[in-house]
């Protein structure tokens, strides 16, 4: 079975930038999402289609997905960006898989 | 406004049946595939099932982890999408989500209900 991985945990610090990779054989050949999960909330999408940002998700947030890995970038990291994420890679034959989540810390 | 409201989750022991709901408004719920997705007590997500609009088939998809004891339904009539979970298993104990998943959408949940929490123990 198909399967994505990500590092368990990043720090940053305020105003820096974040990255976090999900990394699967062949994920650039697949269409991959990033969510948001804060403490105690329903996850929130906040990259479609690779790079694509929903209204209302801040500029900041940015990804890309080439070859092996995808990456969600946050710019400018603001201490409301603390939370899960979690990057999930969809095509017609592996229906969806979620990677294990990434905790980001702003320190 | 969209909303999804998952209902019918609780306390099932092992080896028995439940039936969770998810009542959407909002959109028109027919033109949609809908999504059921876990989470385990401090773990990550974990995909379940989708099924598509009648427009594309009406079909539904289970992950491995659950095919055979799942079944997921909608009645468009009602706006309602279904989960049927049979032999519980004490692993299946998780928040469950139900997810709208655009068709054409490249696999992307973009509306989350708040999730009801099953929990599977004798």
């Known amino acids: 079975s198909y399967e994505v991985t990500q590092p368990p945990s990043v720090s940053v610090s305020p105003g820096q930038t974040a990255s976090i990779t999900c990394s699967g054989d062949k994920l650039g050949d697949k269409h991959v999402c990033w969510y948001q999960q804060r403490p105690g909330q329903s996850p929130v999408v906040v990259i479609y289609?690779?790079?694509k940002r929903p209204s209302g998700i801040p500029e900041r947030f940015s990804g890309s997905n080439s070859g092996n890995t995808a990456t969600l970038t946050i710019s400018g990291t603001q201490a409301m960006d603390e939370a899960d994420y979690y990057c999930?890679?969809?095509?017609?034959?592996?229906?969806?898989?979620f990677g294990a989540g990434t905790k980001v810390t702003v320190l | 406004e969209v909303q999804l409201v998952e209902s019918g989750g609780g306390l099932v022991q092992p080896g028995r049946s439940l039936r969770l709901s998810c009542t959407v408004s909002?959109?028109?719920?027919?033109?949609?595939?809908m999504s059921w997705v876990r989470q385990a007590p401090g773990k990550g997500l974990e995909w379940v099932g989708f099924?598509?609009?009648?427009?594309?088939?009406?079909?539904?998809v289970y992950a491995a982890s659950v095919k055979g004891r799942i079944t997921i339904s909608r009645d468009d009539s009602k706006s309602i999408a279904y989960l049927q979970m049979n032999s519980l298993r004490t692993e299946d104990t998780a928040v469950y989500y139900c997810?709208?998943?655009?068709?054409?959408?490249?696999?992307?949940?973009?509306?989350w209900g708040q999730g009801t929490l099953v929990t599977v123990s004798s």
């Open positions: 909002g959109f028109t719920f027919g033109d949609y595939a």
């Open positions: 997810t709208r998943a655009p068709e054409g959408g490249y696999g992307m949940f973009d509306y």
């Open positions: 289609q690779d790079s």
């Open positions: 099924i598509r609009s009648k427009g594309y088939g009406g079909t539904a």
């Open positions: 999930q890679a969809w095509d017609s034959n592996i229906a969806y898989v």
